[in-house]
């Protein structure tokens, strides 16, 4: 991938689609969406393994889950639409709501983050 894409395919979020990462409790990547992969400007091969963090920095030293459940301070940042920046790897920066969803699969519990861009980076916080 070496272009930005010029706009996000329309999907059920109006013109927004939305990303998918499946993250262990640790917050490391252990799979994404095809949309992931162009909004973000990287293949799956480089996020497996990767800390979350590496794209969205507001998330270094965050626990995602406390006490077996989403980090409540964390769940109501997303719930409330505050727009976190994701680093992509086109160079540039990509504003986006996050949902964070806890589910177990297969015995573990895995984290689904749903990323929706969005062009107001107003209501963002370094």
Known sequence: ???????????????????????????MIRDCCATGEKLFGYSLRILLAQHVSNIFPQLRGIELVQDGQVNPWLDDLCR???????????????????????????????????????????????
């Open 80 to 126: 409330c639409g505050h727009v976190f920046l994701a680093r992509s790897g086109y160079g540039g920066i990509v504003p986006s709501e996050l949902s964070l969803v806890s589910r177990e699969q297969a015995g573990t519990r895995l984290l689904r983050l749903l990323v929706m861009p969005t062009a107001d980076a107003h209501r963002s916080h370094a």
């Open 1 to 27: 991938m070496t272009d930005a894409p010029d706009r996000i395919a329309p999907g059920p979020f109006g013109s927004r689609s939305p990303a998918s990462l499946m993250l262990d409790e640790n917050g």
